[in-house]
């Protein structure tokens, strides 16, 4: 998306051979899948249930690729439709299905049919921006590919890893009514992040494009997001805040009443979570992926330390301290390396 955002003509260069990487490491995934439902000791039914999700996880992964493609082109309203497609069938027809059926394997098959109809339609929508789709399969090249692309690997890893850790180990330290509770409130913090996503998805191609063409521009553009972002954030916290109460009873019940505190708490991350977006978007468009890497591995490590010990002797609210401290820091590290750049750059 970076590369394409930056010279349009490098598409017709990139795309066959990272077309092909991607369906073979999604045909690979689908394979390690296949491998461990085996080992399930689960009813034929779940299996052929996680067997058909894997292999429309193949479809997904390719086309998350087209969706890739149309941002760098900067359109983003074909994504949007797709989404809005698929949430009205999942709420309309899988919510018809469950009622009816009150069964698990139809209505996983009514949201997966949902699941088909939006990528079919990623895919059509984002093959319109060339004259002809090929799929090339050439390992020498993938090669290449795989050493300009790692650090974005290792991202992604990192940051699967610091998401993850914090139920992960409340599960092994604390009882499972603990990760319950902080679950429910981290899943209204969870909602809250479709905002940086858009911003992210809108902006990062032109940052990437302007990096080339008009430093003076894209320092505007980041800063207008930059201020938008905070603005939201900062009223995310309020809301929070005030309506934890609210929220937890209304959507998880009042049996889950200790959440609204640990909501509070993880209220404090919202400014952070989004700032990170940006920021992280912005280093990655601008050529500064290996710093980005170095934040979210650092992170990441932090976020385990800190989970370790402060879960320990906080439970949930020590899972919820540990959020705010690494996403924070994070900001802080992430910030301070764009204004170092941004110095040094003429406008």
Not at 184 to 191: C, P
């Amino acid at each position: 998306m970076r590369e394409i955002a930056r010279n349009k003509e490098r598409k017709n260069e990139l795309f066959p051979y990272a077309l092909g990487f991607k369906i073979t490491l999604a045909v690979i995934n689908f394979g390690i899948i296949i491998f461990l439902v085996l080992q399930l000791n689960k009813s034929n039914i779940i299996k052929n249930l996680i067997i058909i999700v894997a292999l429309e996880n193949i479809l997904l992964q390719v086309a998350y690729f087209f969706t890739r493609i149309m941002f760098a082109h900067e359109v983003t309203k074909y994504e949007g439709i797709a989404k809005v497609i698929e949430r009205i069938w999942a709420f309309f027809v899988g919510g018809a299905v469950l009622y009816v059926k009150r069964e698990l394997a139809p209505f996983i098959l009514a949201i997966l049919a949902g699941y088909l109809l939006r990528d079919s339609l990623r895919i059509y929508w984002g093959s319109k921006f060339f004259e002809k789709i090929r799929v090339e399969f050439k390992p020498d090249t993938w090669i290449n590919l795989l050493k300009h692309s790692y650090p974005f690997w290792l991202i992604s890893l990192f940051t699967m890893i610091y998401y993850r850790t914090d139920i992960v180990m409340l599960g092994l330290f604390r009882p499972d009514y603990d990760v319950g509770i902080y679950r429910a409130a981290y899943t209204l913090i969870q909602v809250a992040l479709f905002i940086p996503n858009i911003v992210v998805a809108t902006t990062m191609p032109s940052m990437a494009r302007l990096w080339r063409e008009n430093k003076r521009i894209l320092n505007i553009l980041f800063k207008k997001s930059f201020q938008i972002l905070l603005a939201i954030g900062l009223l995310g916290v309020m809301g929070y805040y005030i309506f934890a109460n609210f929220a937890i009873t209304i959507v998880f019940g009042a049996g889950f009443t200790e959440s609204v505190g640990v909501l509070r708490v993880l209220a404090v991350a919202v400014p952070f979570l989004f700032l990170n977006s940006l920021l992280g978007s912005f280093l990655n468009a601008t050529g500064k992926e290996l710093s980005f890497t170095k934040i979210t591995a650092f992170t990441a490590l932090l976020n385990v330390v800190l989970n370790y010990f402060l879960i320990q002797s906080y439970s949930y609210y020590g899972a919820a301290i540990a959020t705010v401290v690494s996403q924070a820091l994070a900001t802080i590290l992430s910030f301070k390396i764009i204004l170092n750049n941004l110095s040094q750059e003429s406008y």
